[in-house]
């Protein structure tokens, strides 16, 4: 087993998850809008639907590995530009941090667990993202793909739903430090450029 892999499998997804985007910015709108329990549950309610994603990455992509090793490679290659143009995307975005809970409806535990289940399985972006990151981290030559796929995928919903419970708890304060620091959105953004581009660049060079 490549055990680097995994620590910097684990190092990537934490500060994915903590740079700005859709899902924890909609994690801390309902923490600060319906209370802590409230973020927690959508939190929940988007790591499941991440399994879904990883159930049809790891089934579809491991046939791929058993049948064309050479189509693995054209996928860790599309994975490797796709982080590219994620970064590109960042660059192009403004570095202002918008977060408002004014318009948010309070919406049951249930609910708001269904919505973050639902908003997750019905993003394509979700399993475009899979389908580019995962490959290049499989970690070794003797274990199964599938059963590699799903450590990884739980791995990356116990980093996520550890950090978007954080953001949940912590949403008052994070919500006030956000709109007292202006340069904030401006270092991660460079920060999620940095990411993007690694990964990246990981994925050209790696040989798994």
Same mark, same amino acid.
């Given at each position: 087993?490549?055990?680097?892999?995994?620590?910097?499998?684990?190092?990537?997804?934490?500060?994915?998850?903590?740079? /700005?985007? /859709?899902?924890?910015?909609?994690?801390?709108?309902?923490?600060?809008?319906?209370?802590? *329990?409230?973020?927690?549950?959508?939190?929940?309610?988007?790591?499941?639907?991440?399994? +879904? !994603?990883?159930?049809? &990455?790891?089934?579809?992509?491991?046939? %791929?590995? #058993?049948?064309?090793?050479?189509?693995?490679?054209?996928? $860790?290659?599309?994975?490797?530009? @796709?982080?590219?143009?994620?970064?590109? #995307?960042?660059?192009?975005? /403004?570095?202002?941090?918008?977060?408002?809970?004014?318009?948010?409806?309070? $919406?049951?535990?249930?609910?708001?667990?269904?919505?973050?289940?639902?908003?997750? +399985?019905?993003? /394509? *972006? +979700?399993?475009?993202?899979?389908?580019?990151?995962?490959?290049?981290? &499989?970690?070794? !030559?003797?274990?199964?793909?599938?059963?590699?796929? @799903?450590?990884?995928?739980?791995?990356?919903?116990? +980093?996520?739903?550890?950090?978007?419970?954080?953001?949940?708890?912590?949403?008052?304060?994070?919500?006030? @430090? %956000? #709109?007292?620091?202006?340069?904030?959105? $401006? %270092?991660? *953004?460079?920060?999620? %450029?940095?990411?993007?581009?690694?990964?990246?660049? @990981? &994925?050209?060079?790696?040989? $798994?």
């Amino acid at each position: 087993m490549y055990y680097d892999v995994l620590v910097t499998f684990v190092f990537a997804t934490a500060i994915l998850a903590i740079s /700005p985007g /859709p899902d924890n910015i909609f994690v801390l709108v309902q923490s600060i809008t319906n209370g802590k *329990k409230y973020g927690i549950a959508t939190v929940a309610g988007l790591m499941t639907g991440c399994l +879904v !994603h990883a159930t049809l &990455l790891a089934f579809g992509v491991s046939a %791929i590995i #058993k049948q064309n090793p050479n189509l693995f490679f054209t996928i $860790k290659l599309f994975g490797a530009l @796709y982080m590219f143009y994620l970064a590109y #995307k960042v660059f192009r975005s /403004p570095s202002a941090l918008k977060i408002s809970g004014e318009s948010s409806d309070k $919406k049951s535990l249930g609910a708001l667990y269904k919505q973050g289940f639902i908003m997750n +399985v019905l993003n /394509p *972006k +979700v399993g475009i993202f899979f389908l580019a990151f995962f490959p290049g981290f &499989l970690f070794s !030559h003797f274990i199964n793909v599938v059963v590699q796929f @799903y450590v990884l995928a739980f791995i990356f919903m116990l +980093v996520s739903f550890v950090i978007f419970s954080g953001i949940a708890i912590l949403s008052g304060a994070i919500s006030d @430090y %956000i #709109k007292d620091n202006g340069n904030l959105g $401006k %270092i991660l *953004k460079w920060l999620q %450029i940095l990411v993007f581009t690694g990964i990246g660049i @990981y &994925l050209l060079l790696s040989d $798994k």
